[in-house]
């Protein structure tokens, strides 16, 4: 069975780091491609970031580039999403996915149960 579980969410303050983590299995850990997502409170889900396990290659949006950083452990078929400089603005809940890569024209078909970030200013 397929699981992915994300932990590391909870409560910190502007300017603040949290490390969330996305622990996979049921699957072949490097034939994939991870993304990490959020949705807030009202608002649409927006990706953030995506790491493909072969190879190590990432992507990020925008918004969170020079601010999130997204890495891998195959040993722990394990993804991380390194968060720092915090606003509140990234208050949402956190959710880990998969894919067979990071580029648009792949589907993300497994989805973790999400973990929620709340940043106070």
């Known amino acids: 069975e397929v699981q992915l579980v994300e932990s590391g969410g909870g409560l910190v303050q502007s300017g603040g780091s949290l490390r969330l983590s996305c622990a996979a299995s049921?699957?072949?850990?490097?034939?994939?491609?991870i993304g990490w997502f959020r949705q807030a409170p009202g608002k649409e889900r927006e990706g953030l970031s995506c790491?493909?396990?072969?190879?190590?290659?990432?992507i990020y949006a925008d918004f969170v580039k020079g601010r999130f950083t997204i890495s891998s452990d195959a040993a722990k078929a394990t993804v991380y999403l390194q968060m720092n400089r915090l606003k509140s603005e990234d208050t949402a809940v956190y959710y880990c996915?998969?894919?067979?890569?990071?580029?648009?024209?792949?589907?993300?078909?497994?989805w973790g149960q999400g973990t929620r970030v709340t940043v106070s200013s």
């Open positions: 996915a998969r894919a067979r890569g990071c580029s648009d024209i792949y589907h993300y078909d497994y």
């Open positions: 049921g699957f072949t850990f490097d034939d994939y491609a």
């Open positions: 790491i493909n396990i072969s190879g190590g290659s990432a």
